[in-house]
C-alpha cells in the first residue's frame, strides 16, 4: 500500500475509514481500522522496521563474493605494493 503523497486529499469520514488513492494501483482504497499513533510512535515503529535484516539467498553468495571480490582488488598504480596492499598517506602525518 502506497503511503500518501504531499498534496494528496485524504477523507476521515466519522466511521474512522480512511480513504485514498492508491498511485500504483489506480485505484480508491479503504483502510477501516484506523488508531491513532504520536509522532514518538510514529518513529519507534519506524525505526522498528530497520531493525530487520535481510539476508542474501544463496544461490546468490558466489556472484556477490566475486563481484566484490574483483570491486576491492587493487589496480596496479604508483601506489601499488601487492594484491592486497597498497600505500597511503597520513595527512595527519606529513602535514598536508
Do not use: C, H, W
Not at 9 to 31: G, N, P, W, Y
Not at 45 to 62: F, Q, T, V
Amino acid at each position: 500500500m502506497s503511503t500518501p503523497i504531499p498534496g494528496l486529499t485524504i477523507q476521515i469520514s466519522t466511521t474512522q475509514e480512511l480513504i485514498f488513492f492508491d498511485i500504483d494501483t489506480r485505484e480508491v482504497k479503504k483502510i477501516s481500522s484506523i488508531k491513532e499513533v504520536s509522532n514518538y510512535e510514529y518513529e519507534v515503529a519506524e525505526n522498528e522496521k530497520k531493525r530487520k535484516i535481510l539476508l542474501l539467498r544463496k544461490e546468490y553468495l558466489p556472484a556477490f563474493i566475486e563481484d566484490f571480490r574483483k570491486a576491492m582488488r587493487y589496480d596496479k598504480n604508483s601506489q601499488y605494493i601487492n594484491n592486497k596492499n597498497k600505500r597511503t598517506s597520513n595527512p595527519n602525518i606529513s602535514n598536508i
